[in-house]
């Protein structure tokens, strides 16, 4: 109950309450379901009456033990949530720069292109100083004199050097240009604003998680991270909720298995008893009913009588014998 009222002020007088009213109704419906069962009845007849019971002490034990393991397994559940809310957390900015880059693919497309020319240009220009290098110092390639010193050739290619370096500068500024451009737009979709969450924010996430999360990633427990079953706590969590149903199986599986005592007995003394006065009562009545019916019949017919002869009387008094 504690769990179900997580988060209110008063959670812990909640928790009291309903949980005296839900012990209170389970106490008396096990008594009342044990006390009926007949133990002069056949075995089958016995299973029978405590099948409701067993399947309403199933369920029970399965709802007492769900907030048992949850506590029981906090921490490894706050770690699986914090994981959780993490890769959520990811999943969504990936989403969200996906969305963003199909927006602007246009701008995308070229900015990539630039950064390509631009790679290009810095990789020939590399390869052009080499040469330049080589040419200056003589050393012999199928590019170079072999001659040493600042020679025409050396000062042609170092002219395209500066002159690809001009390029490689304009492109760059362009490149700047593009990329201030998806910056600002990034911002104003809010992009910037989405971020991955820090170890702060994680604990406090994990610490307010409601019982729906708790349920998920105890569930998940049951597995390790990269999708492997994880046997030891299956079997923990497992055998948790099956001690908590033997418990509330335990009541009737004693009645079942006990013989008759003396309040099997009484009871069905109290029983029998009730029956026959019962049955006596029914021929009570029937006794009563029958010996009644002539006298009332008697009755009846004699009230009949007289009514016909006061009709017949006052007939006769408003006769007109003139007529006749």
Known sequence: MYFVFKGDDLAIIFAIIFGFLWGAAIFNMDRYIVASINKSASTNKQLLQATPRILLAIMIGMVISRPIELKIFDKEIKERLKVSYLNGQRSK????????????????????QQKATRDSLEKGIKADRQKLNFEIFGNKTTETSGVMGYGPYAKRKEAEIKQRETELDSLKANINKSEVFVDKRKEFDGLFNEKLYTK????????????????????????????????????AVTFIGLLFIFFEC???????????GPYDFATADTDEISIYQSKKDKDFH?????????????AESSKQKEIIKGKAYRDLEKYDWDKE
């Open 93 to 112: 900015i990936d989403t969200l720069n996906k969305a963003f880059e199909k927006k602007y693919q246009v701008e995308f497309g070229r900015l990539n």
């Open 200 to 235: 702060k924010q994680l604990d406090s996430l994990a610490d307010i998680a409601g019982f729906a999360d708790r349920n998920w990633a105890l569930g998940q427990l049951k597995f390790n991270v990269d999708g492997s079953k994880d046997d030891n706590t299956a079997i």
């Open 250 to 260: 335990l009541p009737v599986f004693v009645k079942l298995m006990s013989a008759r």
């Open 286 to 298: 029937f006794e009563v009913a029958d010996n009644i019916h002539e006298t009332r019949v008697d």
